[in-house]
């Protein structure tokens, strides 16, 4: 059974940092693409990062993607958050066939096939 499950999430102080995991179950890192989005209260769903390169530009040079083959574990390391940042954040699988990082639907929903519960991240002073 295909899980993924988020964690890290909490309150934090504009400046500050975060690292949000996203631990997966039914299947290796090794063999799929991640993407983690995220929604604000009230407003649509949008994407923050894709693969290990592609991030949206409103995040590019403050939050960072990586992974653990070991524990099979995805992570958004988030830095100099802004209150903007605010929002529940997602992980999800990037369904298999779909285009590449990059080509230009990095977060196409359709290209998503299992998706985690998400966790709250709440910058504010």
């Known amino acids: 059974q295909v899980q993924l499950v988020e964690s890290g999430g909490g309150l934090v102080q504009p400046g500050g940092s975060l690292r949000l995991s996203c631990e997966v179950s039914?299947?290796?890192?090794?063999?799929?693409?991640i993407g983690w989005f995220r929604q604000a209260p009230g407003q649509e769903r949008e994407g923050v990062s894709c693969g290990r390169r592609y991030y949206a530009d409103s995040v590019k040079g403050r939050f960072t993607f990586s992974r653990d083959f070991a524990t099979n574990t995805a992570y958004l390391q988030m830095n100099n958050l802004k209150q903007e940042d605010t929002a529940t954040y997602y992980c999800?699988?990037?369904?298999?066939?779909?285009?590449?990082?990059?080509?230009?639907?990095?977060?196409?929903?359709?290209?998503?096939?299992?998706w985690g519960r998400g966790t709250q991240v709440t910058v504010s002073s």
């Open positions: 039914g299947f290796t890192l090794d063999q799929y693409v």
């Open positions: 999800a699988r990037r369904r298999p066939g779909s285009p590449d990082c990059g080509s230009g639907s990095n977060w196409r929903s359709s290209d998503y096939d299992n």
